[in-house]
């Protein structure tokens, strides 16, 4: 059975930066993309970043493009979002996800109905 583990969020100020880490087990992660999504109260969860395990292929929402970086840690079935320069605006619950590579070969990274798998999220708050 896939877990997903999600930790790192918190309490920042405006301009700082956080890491979230994804524990994932149960698997071979080797076959999965891992995404970040977040959701903000009274709003629908949305794709932040995502990674294919096998390749590295990233994809990332528009307005956190060079703020945040996705990656992984073969080793330890790890995935990352490291997160710079954060707004207040990125205050929200934030999600580890997984998939089937194979599955949704031809189906882009960011299409949230396609991730089978999730962790409980992580609270990031950031204050102006």
């Known amino acids: 059975q896939v877990q997903l583990v999600e930790s790192g969020g918190g309490l920042v100020q405006a301009g700082g930066s956080l890491r979230l880490s994804c524990a994932a087990s149960?698997?071979?992660?080797?076959?999965?993309?891992m995404g970040w999504f977040r959701q903000a109260p009274g709003k629908e969860r949305e794709f932040v970043a995502a990674?294919?395990?096998?390749?590295?292929?990233?994809s990332y929402l528009y307005s956190v493009k060079g703020r945040f970086t996705i990656s992984r840690d073969n080793a330890g079935n790890t995935v990352y979002l490291q997160m710079n320069s954060l707004k207040p605006e990125d205050t929200a619950v934030y999600f580890c996800?997984?998939?089937?590579?194979?599955?949704?070969?031809?189906?882009?990274?960011?299409?949230?109905?396609?991730?089978?798998?999730w962790g409980q999220g992580t609270q990031v708050t950031v204050s102006s």
């Open positions: 149960g698997r071979t992660f080797s076959s999965y993309d």
């Open positions: 996800a997984a998939r089937l590579t194979p599955t949704y070969l031809s189906t882009s990274l960011s299409r949230r109905e396609t991730y089978e798998y």
């Open positions: 990674i294919r395990w096998s390749d590295g292929i990233t």
